[in-house]
């Protein structure tokens, strides 16, 4: 937000786009020379209150001017932009920025520094897509972003950062919503209904200290905690000789305030607590303040190490997090720059120390963020790059600030529905629990109809969760657990008893860990089988799956969820990638297709009128080496799934029912004595390889991509895909992998119904 002051202060003399258009120069005409004078004052008024962080109190007079010049794109792009910074009402923010950018001036034509220009910067379409990321539009957020590209300079320095919020959208896409492991605490002594920002605590805890924005520009106030509340907030900006400050740290006593002179170029300075007052401020001399700007501070206890955010020449690009060190004689050491592990060519700012000072607190718009600034944390002195706090703390909004109290708690400023004014401070703490979600691979024999237990227990044996009967998915969620030993029971009649143990270890960031299980059906359920030999002849066609999304090239019908193979935890989530390689699994080059006799008697009669839609299958058999396409095409219309067991499912049918699926399981056992109804396992997303007329073997198909299952459809083309995937996250991770070995075309579709 601070950047975006910078920028909407600076950016006329910066970038000298001063050439106006006159094609609504009739529009001006008609409004007084008193009203003009009225726009003016508002417009000062609405931009000075943005830079004081009143970001409501900005949004409400711009728009007051747009009530006076409701043509204004221009007035609809600022007033969008003070609506983001609060944070508050982002239906009005895309409101406002959708009707901005109708009127997108042409490059370098833009007047920043006059009232009269009715038209939008391009950055409009910048924000547009920021708050479309907010609520979760992200084609829409795409769109507008790559617009803004195409339309700005190219040395704008907003384009490198609507290149990387592309590249967020996909982080967003994936994030983990630990809000029910949030506590919010309202410290509702330190609020009231103006915003309150900044807050500093002292290592003690005895002293809080925060930012008010007030009409007379910005206030400092301080609190102490007494007999387990805190004090009344007491404002103490002219104990402290007034100024734009904002606060950045308190030393462990509480005895020293660092707080960022606002007036550019922005610089440290710091208030001490002499006999029961506050005293003027003092300025840190050379090297930390200097011609250059530096927005924030933090020591260590004993005072002797400082960490500083600068936008000083010799850094990665804009600010970079320095640190420097008192010597014997009370002199600053010249600043070192943390590195590019810590540091990118955007900004790292509000940086900050947990109170063990082991991890350090910063924000960054350049690492792997949901939108704009997000708060990260670095363990000091690893090379491990830092990890995101994670979502709800972060979002598509900027977050800057938040000063920690410990590991997984800490002060921070937020909008909430409970609070009394436009930012409140909060306690907040993320509980000690991680989500878990089992992974479940089932051995292909397992008939989806019986019913399964599955039952976690804990170290002392103690039952948390029962589910009986088991839901049958590739993946279930547990729900949250703390860091400890655990077990997964899954328990049967038709299948194999089994336990899966695991443990959960703390983290810095809340990741959710996955427990891989492998259910197998007990020996005399088993159905894969050898064709025989004295098989052969021709089976009549059913007729294909109807297509359900006619706009799309080239659907897929849903294919069985291939399921990871061994139990491990993993601690970050992961797709489902398929391997890419021309060996086999143990290293050894590739079976050739096993080979078959000739048909000589159709599986089952009248196989045309098999319904093609619905949750059931047959399974006929199950071969670790598939058929030839020939083979197969003389069987009949045969779908052909790959399981992650290692297996090439072969089924017929899809059937609304049960009762549906076994009026045609006796005909089809006659061929297949074996085979029998199993449920079509849910999934969401495939990658379509391509469609072909002439179908291909699976095998050769396979030489380039594994685990290639094919359908054909009812326009008589054979679909080969790669599947399935829960989100079109995952698969958009997988789909480089397939198109650079071999399938360019490759493409990610949404799974029809079957």
């Not at 170029?265 to 001490?272: A, C, G, L």
């Amino acid at each position: 937000t601070k950047s975006l002051c910078r920028k909407i202060l600076t950016i006329g003399f910066l970038k000298k786009r001063t050439i106006l258009l006159f094609l609504f120069y009739f529009l001006y005409l008609s409004l007084s020379s008193q009203n003009w004078r009225r726009i003016n004052e508002l417009s000062d008024e609405a931009l000075l209150a943005f830079y004081e962080y009143r970001f409501s109190e900005s949004a409400r007079l711009y728009e007051e001017i747009l009530q006076l010049l409701p043509n204004s794109n221009n007035f609809a792009y600022l007033a969008a932009i003070a609506y983001f910074a609060s944070t508050e009402n982002i239906q009005r923010t895309i409101e406002l920025l959708e009707i901005a950018a109708k009127n997108i001036a042409p490059t370098g034509t833009y007047n920043y520094s006059s009232v009269k220009e009715l038209r939008a910067p391009a950055d409009a379409l910048y924000f547009l897509g920021r708050s479309y990321m907010v609520q979760e539009q992200y084609e829409k957020a795409e769109q507008a972003l790559n617009s803004f590209i195409e339309k700005n300079f190219e040395d704008d320095e907003l384009i490198p950062l609507g290149r990387q919020q592309l590249k967020n959208i996909s982080v967003l896409k994936n994030k983990i919503d630990i809000s029910p492991q949030i506590k919010f605490e309202n410290i509702k002594e330190l609020n009231n209904d103006k915003p309150n920002l900044f807050p500093v605590i002292s290592g003690d805890k005895s002293t809080v200290a925060f930012t008010v924005p007030l009409e007379d520009g910005l206030n400092v106030f301080v609190s102490s905690f007494s007999n387990g509340k805190w004090s009344a907030p007491r404002n103490i900006t002219w104990d402290i000789a007034g100024g734009v400050y904002r606060t950045a740290f308190l030393s462990y006593n509480g005895k020293e305030l660092y707080l960022i002179n606002e007036n550019p170029p922005q610089q440290i300075v710091y208030s001490e607590f002499i006999d029961g007052g506050w005293n003027p401020v003092k300025k840190l001399k050379k090297p930390i303040n200097g011609r250059y700007a530096q927005s924030s501070v933090a020591l260590t206890k004993n005072g002797r190490t400082m960490y500083f955010t600068s936008n000083r020449p010799g850094g990665f690009g804009g600010f970079d997090i320095y640190v420097a060190t008192l010597n014997e004689k009370g002199k600053w050491s010249l600043p070192s720059n943390l590195g590019n592990i810590v540091n990118t060519e955007f900004n790292e700012e509000f940086v900050m120390l947990s109170p063990d000072e082991q991890l350090l607190f910063f924000s960054s718009e350049g690492h792997e963020n949901y939108g704009g600034s997000d708060i990260f944390v670095w363990e000091i002195g690893s090379v491990n790059a830092p990890q995101n706090i994670g979502f709800p703390l972060n979002n598509g909004y900027n977050n800057n600030f938040f000063y920690p109290l410990g590991e997984k708690s800490g002060l921070i400023s937020l909008v909430r529905p409970e609070g009394f004014g436009n930012f409140d401070i909060y306690s907040v703490t993320i509980q000690e629990n991680y989500p878990v979600i089992a992974k479940i691979s089932y051995s292909p024999t397992v008939n989806a109809l019986e019913k399964i237990i599955l039952e976690v227990l804990n170290s002392q044996n103690e039952k948390l969760l029962f589910l009986d009967p088991m839901e049958i998915k590739p993946t279930l969620q547990l729900g949250y657990f703390s860091p400890g030993s655990y077990k997964i029971n899954i328990l049967g009649n038709a299948i194999e008893n089994s336990s899966t143990a695991f443990e959960i270890k703390k983290q810095l960031s809340i990741e959710t860990v996955f427990v891989q299980v492998e259910i197998v059906a007990k020996p005399q359920q088993v159905v894969a089988q050898v064709i025989p030999e004295t098989i052969s002849a021709t089976v009549t066609k059913s007729p294909a799956e109807p297509e359900r999304e006619s706009k799309e090239p080239q659907p897929t019908p849903k294919p069985v969820q291939k399921f990871p193979e061994s139990p491990v935890i993993a601690k970050q989530p992961t797709a489902s990638t398929p391997k890419v390689e021309t060996t086999s699994k143990k290293g050894e080059p590739k079976k050739q297709p096993q080979r078959v006799k000739e048909f000589s008697t159709p599986i089952v009669e009248k196989l045309s009128q098999l319904p093609q839609k619905g949750q059931f299958t047959i399974q006929i058999m199950a071969l670790e080496i598939p058929l030839t396409i020939n083979e197969t095409l003389k069987m009949g219309d045969i779908n052909i799934f790959y399981s992650a067991a290692g297996y090439y499912l072969y089924t017929t049918g899809f059937y609304e029912t049960i009762n549906e699926a076994e009026l045609y399981l006796n005909k089809i056992r006659e061929q297949f004595p074996k085979a029998f109804v199993r449920k079509v396992p849910e999934s969401e997303y495939v990658i379509q390889l391509m469609a072909l007329k002439n179908p291909k073997d699976l095998f050769e198909v396979g030489q380039k991509i594994d685990d290639v299952s094919m359908i054909k459809g009812n326009d008589d083309f054979y679909r080969y895909f790669v599947g399935g995937f829960k989100t079109r996250k995952e698969a958009e991770i997988v789909l480089p992998n397939i198109r650079s070995n071999g399938f360019p075309e490759a493409w990610v579709r949404k799974m029809p119904t079957p």
